[in-house]
């Protein structure tokens, strides 16, 4: 073997031998000799040292490398043989592997690993006298009379290549199909990696986008082996298969895979207290249930809820509407969620013992839990006919960054009741796992069962969930209370352990149980005094008339003390601490702080209200007059507002009307030009010497309503009763020659006579009224006594004379016409 042969063989097995190249201290060095444990060195620069050092300290120092014959470049170190993916290999694909291992070590050795000592190389694969490719081609032809299906030179040199850089390990990748590991370079497995991490904060996307991501990467990284390293795209998605990385995954919503960056890295390390209250877990999630709101309406609740991490209890739980504000951002109005007072009174429920409610099974009494009952009473009697769930005072709370845990009423609540408040990281939901699991829990084990519930998005939300029959939002909340003490607390969780039998699971109350007689109980009573300053609290101006909270006025005769008197509080003037529950507003309190009192003040307008109402009840009402014209000064109004709104409530929705029958879609209407028919198409044009001239009407009125020289008698008209300004009755005085449809019937008694400057009934002369107005007509009704009203057809028609009848013996026949009746026939 020659000089480089040997350098290159101890390179590979990265062991010094003399002739090695090395980097050491800074500078260049060649391996002179060896000795026991130290190795001579001769520095290859100009102004070096040679050095003699212990093999142990050149080997393990930071800037250790082997080198080439020019220096220029580090040779790979070499690695220990990963044999451990044989296991995962059947008998034949084993056997595969195993020949080609045999056969690349003899291109490189000239001999075989299992041939004895003193073996001499084949014709062909001596080192000495055949270089790397005559090798290669020797056993490429070799391999192919074998029946190898992939045996050319070029194949033989890249699986060699992979053996002597990875092992057993990397020919198991190149020589074996569909394996775990496959052939794709590790070097492209990162960039892969790092994509599918990058993208994760950017708009969901295809597979194919995050394959033309990888061939940048990879172009960028590597130009000069883009070639060799990039991999097809049925490669590429068997290489995401393999990573466990579905394609489904990349078009997840962008919450979720915020969410999959940031879960638990194994291994989990769970979250642990061993006193009761020693972390408590507070947060808040929709509860996925319809429920019937304070003004009769279908709303969306939420939940929030504390849970007690040493013996998972669930402290307090708090469900409030959830409804969308109208109005602009800041001042929006009939909004509501939960609020800052909604987690102070949760707190609050956790200092109290809950009391049972009428109708509850005895089961979710404490007197039948596992609870020390008996003890719990003697510490406090407010534990007698509670529900079965235990009282305990929080230490730390845990929340996250809500605007209703970090507002400044929240704080200074846990101040006050000795609470430390521990926020947690930003998008990391394993900070407080643990009400996670827990939120997850009662919508499996409670919400799903309950009416009106919605599933987790309209995309799973049934039909007609909304017209059933709902729960209220109190009704809703005292089920919750109930589910907890019966269900939650009194079954096994998998999460608690007995001390005594660790392969027990037990109830939270059972652990509680256990803990609390380590360490016991000490209730913590408020008063109302005290629970007044747990309330939300402005400062203002006594004025005459009261105070103004929220666009309502409290006042009191004790509340006009304080006006125009100062506070005594530096930079607060005359402005007064005022306190008011949102769940019952009809009340406000003034806070004395210099003698520890409370003045009580009640809304002016409840009288209007004569009902329970809230916060919540207020703003809704304030936006319906808003939207009905009014301002939200008029305070009357909206009191009527409220009332109106819980008498609404009260009765339930109004019937739903009958569904309008909806047009049916036609498409878009089209503004197109189309003809109209012509109605005188097809006719002549008229011929002027053919028309028939109109007669003159150069006579007097009069004459023109003449129809003829005579007139036959006719009778006078009865009597009428009196009503001045009636017309009398035409069809009576038809003359003989007029025609008959002359007569008008609605010209009869007419009820809408004329403007007061039209003329009245035409009469004779010789006409006259008696004391009861009553036309008389002494002789025949003259022509003059027809109205003109009318068209202009009826007119000429009546003006036209009925010609005379033929004398006798004249031969002249009457022509055809309609036969006309004189009034004596009629």
Known sequence: MTDAGEQTQAARQDR????????????????????????????????GHDARALVAAVVGAEDYALLNEDNTAV???????????????TEEQRRLVRDWER????IDDGVPPDAPAGTVPRPGYDPQYFTVRQRLTAKAA???????????????????????????????????????????????????????????????????????????????????????LMISPATFYRLLKRLGIGVDSLRWSTERRMDSTVGPVAPYTPTRALRLG???????????????????????????????????????????????????????????????????????????????????PVLAYAEHSEMPYTDLVACDPRIAGAAARPVIRPRTVVVDHGKIFNSEHFGDVCRMLGIDVRPARVRTPTDKAIIESTFSAIKKRFGQHVAGYTGSDLARRGKHVADQVLWSLNELQDLLDEWIALDWQQTPHDGLRSPFLPGLAISPNRMYATLVAAEGHVPVPLSAHHNRKLLPFVRVKVTDKGVKINNRTYNSAQLQDYKDRHTGLAGQGMRWQIR?????????????????????????????????????????????????GGTEEDQRRIARAVSELRE???????????PRVPELFTGPKLDLAIPEADPYAGMPDPDPDTVVRAPALTGHTTHLIAAGDTVAPHPPAPARPSGGGQRPNLSDAAPDGVQEHCVRPDLEDSAHPGPPDAPGPVTSDDESEDADGNVEHPGPPQAGAFSLRGSAADIFGCARPTPPPPEPGSGTTQPDGPHHDNGDAR
């Open 648 to 658: 609404k409530a009260r009765h339930g929705p109004e019937p739903l009307h009958p």
């Open 142 to 228: 070799e391999l192919k009379a074998l029946g190898f299906a992939s045996a050319s030179p070029g194949t033989v040199e890249r699986r060699r290549r992979a053996y002597r850089a990875r092992g057993v390990f990397g020919l198991i990748r190149e020589t074996v199909p569909g394996s775990p590991w496959g052939r794709t370079d590790e070097r492209v497995v990162k960039l892969l990696l790092a994509e599918i991490k990058a993208g994760r904060y950017e708009s969901d996307g295809y597979g194919s986008r995050l394959y033309e991501r990888l061939q940048a990467a990879v172009r960028n990284a590597h130009p000069g082996e883009y070639e060799a």
């Open 75 to 89: 040779l790979p170190a070499a690695t220990v043989p990963d044999t451990s993916g044989l296991s995962l290999l």
């Open 278 to 360: 020693e972390q408590v877990q507070i947060d808040s999630t929709g509860l996925d249930i319809l429920a019937v709101g304070d003004d009769g309406r279908v709303v969306q609740v939420e939940l929030t809820a504390a849970i007690d991490v040493a013996s998972r209890s669930i402290i307090g739980a708090m469900i409030v509407p959830k409804t969308p504000g109208r109005g602009p951002r800041g001042r929006r109005l009939g909004g509501r969620a939960t609020r800052s007072f909604d987690a102070v009174l949760m707190l609050a429920q956790a200092l109290a013992p809950m009391p049972g409610r009428p109708g509850w």
């Open 580 to 628: 008011y529950n949102p769940y019952a507003p009809r009340y406000a309190w003034l806070y004395d702080h210099r003698e520890d009192d409370w003045v009580q003040a009640e809304f002016i307008h409840q009288r209007l209200i004569a009902d329970a109402w809230t916060q919540w009840t207020w703003e809704a009402a304030t936006l319906s007059v808003i939207e009905d």
């Open 103 to 106: 056969h690349l070590i003899e």
């Open 16 to 47: 010094l031998a003399p002739g090695v190249r090395l980097r050491w201290q800074g500078g260049t060095y060649r391996v002179l000799a060896l000795q026991g444990p130290e190795v001579q060195l001769g520095c290859l620069d100009k102004h």
